[in-house]
């Protein structure tokens, strides 16, 4: 059974630091993202990485967020730095298969086949 198994969030005060992970089960994916959605707003994207090193960004988030990940723990990250309070929502990673590096994108969540349950992210100011 394919798992995508999240964890790392929690509440934080502004200005500070978060490491999600997002642990993939029976399954092999070349392309993972995370995304987020915040109530009453849709979801965003925010970063993906394809084959374990192309990575992109959503250009609002480029420079504080950071995606990677660990193949012998098939285990992605995101280290979220100088948080806000607008960073507040539930935070999802996602997986697939993508044909190609352009099919690994955030602009779209078609390529992804499996979604994590969501870790909740809170910033208080």
């Known amino acids: 059974q394919v798992q995508l198994v999240e964890s790392g969030g929690g509440s934080v005060q502004a200005g500070g630091s978060l490491r999600l992970s997002c642990t993939e089960y029976s399954y092999s994916s070349n392309c993972m993202a995370w995304f987020r959605q915040a109530p009453g707003k849709e979801r965003e994207g925010i970063a993906r990485i394809y084959r374990s090193s192309d990575t992109t960004y959503a250009d609002s988030l480029k420079g504080r967020f950071t995606i990677s990940q660990d193949n012998a723990k098939n285990t992605v990250y995101l280290q979220m730095n100088s948080l806000k309070p607008e960073d507040t929502a539930m935070y999802y990673c996602?997986?697939?298969?993508?044909?190609?590096?352009?099919?690994?994108?955030?602009?779209?969540?078609?390529?992804?086949?499996?979604w994590g349950q969501g870790t909740q992210v809170t910033v208080s100011s």
């Open positions: 996602a997986a697939g298969r993508a044909p190609w590096w352009g099919a690994c994108t955030v602009v779209s969540n078609l390529t992804y086949n499996y």
